[in-house]
């Protein structure tokens, strides 16, 4: 177990194993499962392995992909051809996206859930410049009863995410976990 994501496997099966505590804010029952993007398509062919170390916990897991959500919007939009001829215009629809997302995504756990649910978020690379990671987390996390768990592409230093290579990152309660 050398490589990045064999490291990362474990970091992640230690914490989740660990007793939740239910006393906490929404924001920090998030996980953020933090590996360099070079490492996404990797990443998603062990992604059985994380549900399944998951699953041995003794936590359900309900997997959220969200890789190809903006393209199924689009492809649902009124005036997508308008959009590809002047696609500044689109600039301004995509709080409705978010929105419409979170509501998307809110739908396919919120029956299924319990307090002891891993809801596990994947494909957030693919929301870069059309949606905010942390925008969406935020939203997300108010209504998960057990643990967001963002597999996320990117970096985590000093408490501050960045998402692929963004100049900019912020800040966030969640827990970080990485190969480190």
């Known amino acids: ?12 099966s230690s914490h989740i194993s660990i007793p939740w505590s239910q006393v906490i804010s929404a924001e920090e029952r998030a996980i ?14 062990r992604l059985p392995e994380f549900e399944e170390v998951t699953r041995q916990a003794g936590h359900p897991w309900i997997n959220l992909d969200v890789t190809n959500a903006f393209p199924k919007w689009m492809a649902k939009h009124d005036y997508r051809e308008a959009y590809f001829e002047d696609p ?3 600039e301004g629809s995509y709080g409705y996206f978010a929105e419409e997302l979170v509501q998307q995504l809110t739908e396919q756990y919120q029956q299924q859930q319990n307090a002891d649910t891993v809801v596990a978020l994947i494909g957030c690379g693919a929301l870069f410049g059309f949606a905010s990671v942390s925008g969406l987390v935020k939203a997300l996390s108010t209504h998960i009863q057990g643990r967001l768990v963002v597999f996320f592409p990117g970096e985590y230093y000093d408490n501050t995410y960045r998402l692929l290579d963004a100049k ?9 976990i990485t190969a480190l």
């Open 1 to 12: 177990m050398s490589d990045r994501l064999s490291k990362l496997l474990q970091s992640y």
């Open 32 to 45: 953020f499962v933090v590996y360099n993007k070079e490492d996404e398509l990797k990443l998603r062919a």
């Open 88 to 90: 500044e215009f689109l």
């Open 168 to 176: 900019d990152g912020w800040g966030y309660q969640a827990t970080a």
